[in-house]
């Protein structure tokens, strides 16, 4: 009971960091069109627009074709990973100590 306890009490500032609000850097802000937003509805917010825009590799659905406005905000990547995609968007969310 105590490990479970000591696990669930650093988890709350991990999903913190993914829903606190963020001001958001230049190219995230023109993504997304707004000037806050947390790490976490800004993923969604990509994964949107990969959806809506039909970004998706036909052949291979764990890879995304950018297009230019994806590749902003993506390292200027022609193609991403779905792997990748979490990583790529966290270099902007910088680390913020409580």
Same mark, same amino acid.
């Given at each position: 009971?105590? %490990? *479970?306890?000591? $696990?669930?009490?650093?988890?709350?500032?991990?999903? !913190?960091?993914? &829903?606190?609000?963020?001001?958001?850097?230049?190219? %995230? *802000?023109?993504? $997304?069109?707004?000037?806050?937003?947390?790490?976490? !509805?800004?993923? &969604?917010?990509?994964?949107?627009?990969?959806?809506?825009?039909?970004l998706q590799d036909p052949a291979n659905?764990?890879?995304?074709?950018?297009?230019?406005k994806l590749k902003s905000?993506?390292?200027?990547?022609?193609?991403?990973?779905?792997?990748?995609?979490?990583?790529?968007?966290?270099?902007?969310?910088?680390?913020?100590?409580?």
């Amino acid at each position: 009971m105590v %490990l *479970r306890k000591a $696990a669930t009490s650093a988890c709350p500032k991990k999903v !913190a960091s993914l &829903v606190d609000l963020a001001n958001l850097p230049s190219p %995230l *802000r023109e993504f $997304a069109g707004q000037s806050q937003m947390s790490h976490l !509805a800004f993923f &969604v917010r990509v994964w949107s627009y990969i959806k809506d825009h039909s970004l998706q590799d036909p052949a291979n659905k764990n890879v995304v074709n950018c297009d230019d406005k994806l590749k902003s905000i993506l390292l200027g990547k022609p193609q991403v990973e779905l792997a990748e995609l979490p990583m790529l968007i966290k270099l902007h969310f910088p680390k913020t100590s409580k």
